[in-house]
């Protein structure tokens, strides 16, 4: 008899289970997406509310997370620019020729480089609006 098979004192629910065990990873084939999740109903709320607009104005009390919170690497490690209390909202703002050549400035930029990288910053969006995040962009490309 194998080890599971033999019936020792105080192990018997522990031997009927043995066999036909299930782990919700197993169920699953522990590879996130395989089991199809369109077709099941979901309960509650997201954690992520991407169904409602985020205020303008966020209130005290109002502990809703619209997506524009950062996760636990932004708090553990966050970047220069969150140390300056710059944005995304700040990088993708729509901003003249003469605030990205103000904020662009001290690199040392020439003005022919300045222009180039102008173009095709314009040429990025169908209107030709540029913001920094699109002129950083159109420099390294």
């Known amino acids: 008899k194998q080890w599971y098979q033999r019936r020792v004192r105080g192990t018997r629910q522990i ?3 043995i066999g036909d065990h299930q782990t919700s990873a ?4 522990a590879v996130a997406g395989m089991t199809p999740t369109h ?22 009390g109002d502990n809703t997370n619209y997506g524009e919170q950062s ?7 966050p970047s220069i620019y969150t140390t300056r ?3 995304e909202r700040d990088f993708l703002q729509v901003r003249s020729r003469d605030q990205i ?11 022919e480089r300045f222009a180039d990288v102008w173009q095709r910053a314009e040429g990025m969006n169908e ?4 913001s920094v995040d699109s002129f950083m962009t159109a420099m390294r490309g």
């Open 85 to 87: 209390n710059l944005t």
């Open 15 to 17: 031997d009927g289970n």
């Open 71 to 77: 996760d636990v690497y932004g708090l553990v490690n």
């Open 26 to 29: 197993s169920v699953i084939n």
């Open 39 to 60: 077709s099941s109903r979901s309960f509650g709320v997201p954690t992520i509310r991407s169904d409602l607009p985020a205020p303008r104005i966020k209130r005290v």
């Open 127 to 130: 209107d030709g609006l540029v």
């Open 101 to 111: 050549r103000g904020i662009f400035a001290s690199m040392g930029i020439s003005d």
